[in-house]
Structures are given as structure tokens and as C-alpha cells.
């Protein structure tokens, strides 16, 4: 079954503890990225890739960091997380870039204390 | 930047009735796609019209796009209560690879 996995799905951890969030596609896409989702603001790109070692800022990329090693795997890594990255975060991917629809993984909601 | 912003941000109507959502957008775009969100749940794409297209139809769904306009919207037919969902459009970004999603609309249709 196609399906982008994110995980954890829940994680609630505190200021400054270094947490990371993994994904992974079976897609062979090349195109990935990262979304949080706050209320009344719709979805807003954190970072993107188009292909394996390629990656780029989206519009709120600050307090994050992203790796694209390998084409199925785009981890995000929040290497001291603050209160205002409490958030809903979505992992996507598509097969060539932004022209594509998009797959989405189920979210991961973190709650940083 | 928030390149699409829907309206209205929240509609109810009955089953069977349509349902009618916009989008406007800032900037020339490539394409935009419109997604479904079921209560925080991940997103589904719907459909995808580029900007050389002026309509497009998917089963219930009915797609228009006005480049001059910079605007969308997206119509569903007989409305059911499973429609019952958040909606988002979604654009390329100017230049580059970016995809900036618009706040979006809640849909409710109550059975």
C-alpha cells in the first residue's frame, strides 16, 4: 500500500529536549516535505527536498533542521524546541515537486512544555 | 506568505444542497490543487487544474480557475455529510518549489 509514515504520531517532551520526527515513503518519490498546522493559519512548509541531498528552506524553516539521505526518509529535527513549535506536523511527498498532488502521512502532534 | 486564502473560512448547509468555496491567490502560479482535511487527520488531495485550464470536473467535484482573477473555486454537487471536512487550496510558489496552502474552509453538512 502507498502510504507516507510518520512518527511518533504523539509526543508531548520539554524545552529543549532534542526530539526528532521521522518519515518515511514508499513511493519512490522525490519530492518531500514538511508542514506544521496551526489553527487558523492552514498548513505552512517548513523545509522541502526535491531529491536525495537536496533540500530547502520553506516559509517558517527557523528551529528546524532536515536531512534527506536517502530518497524514502526526510526526518525533521528540532534540535532545542520551544513552546511555539507546539504544533500538528505533517510529512508529504510527491513524485516530482510542487506540479504533483501531494501524499500525506497522518501527523504527529507534539506538545513542547 | 500565504498565497491562498479561502472563503468563506466556514460554511453549513444541508445534504444535498452545493457547496461553494474560493480561493485567491498573490502571485502568477504553474498550477494549484485543492485538498481535503477530515478533523486533523492528514491531507487528501482532490484535484488539480493548471493555469492554462479554466475548469475541471472530478466526479462531484467541479474546479474553476480565473488566472486573470488570480482566483479558484471549488463546487460540490448534492452535498453529502460525509463532505463534512476542511478544504485548502494549495499553489506553487513564485520561482521555486515551495507549496503555500491557504488557511482553508470548514465545510459542514448536516444530514
Known amino acids: 500500500e502507498a502510504q507516507v509514515t510518520q512518527n511518533p504520531r504523539y509526543l508531548i517532551t520539554v524545552t529543549g529536549k532534542k526530539l526528532t520526527v521521522t518519515c518515511s515513503q514508499n513511493m519512490n518519490h522525490e519530492y518531500m516535505s514538511w508542514y506544521r498546522q496551526d489553527p487558523g493559519l492552514g498548513l505552512r512548509q517548513i523545509y522541502y527536498s526535491m531529491n536525495v541531498e537536496v533540500t530547502d528552506k520553506g516559509d517558517v524553516p527557523e528551529g528546524y533542521k532536515v536531512s534527506r539521505k536517502e530518497k524514502r526518509n526526510f526526518p525533521l529535527i528540532l534540535e532545542s524546541p520551544s513552546p511555539n513549535q507546539t504544533s500538528l506536523y505533517f510529512c508529504?511527498?510527491?513524485?516530482?515537486?510542487?506540479?504533483?498532488?501531494?501524499?500525506f502521512g497522518d501527523g504527529t502532534r507534539l506538545s513542547i512544555l | 506568505s500565504q498565497q491562498g486564502e479561502e472563503d468563506p473560512q466556514a460554511l453549513s448547509i444541508q445534504e444535498g444542497e452545493n457547496a461553494t468555496m474560493n480561493c485567491s491567490y498573490k502571485?502568477?502560479?504553474?498550477?494549484l490543487q485543492w485538498y481535503r482535511q477530515n478533523s486533523g487527520r492528514g491531507l487528501v488531495h482532490l484535484i488539480l487544474?493548471?493555469?492554462?485550464?479554466r475548469e475541471k470536473h472530478s466526479g462531484r467535484l467541479r474546479v474553476t480557475l480565473d488566472t486573470s482573477k488570480k482566483s479558484s473555486s471549488l463546487l460540490i454537487t448534492a452535498s453529502r455529510a460525509a463532505d463534512t471536512a476542511s478544504y485548502f487550496c494549495a499553489t506553487d510558489g513564485t520561482g521555486g518549489f515551495k507549496t503555500i496552502f491557504g488557511a482553508g474552509t470548514r465545510l459542514f453538512v448536516k444530514a
Open positions: 508529504a511527498s510527491s513524485l516530482s515537486g510542487n506540479e504533483q498532488p501531494q501524499h
Open positions: 487544474i493548471r493555469s492554462n485550464e
Open positions: 502571485t502568477s502560479i504553474n498550477n
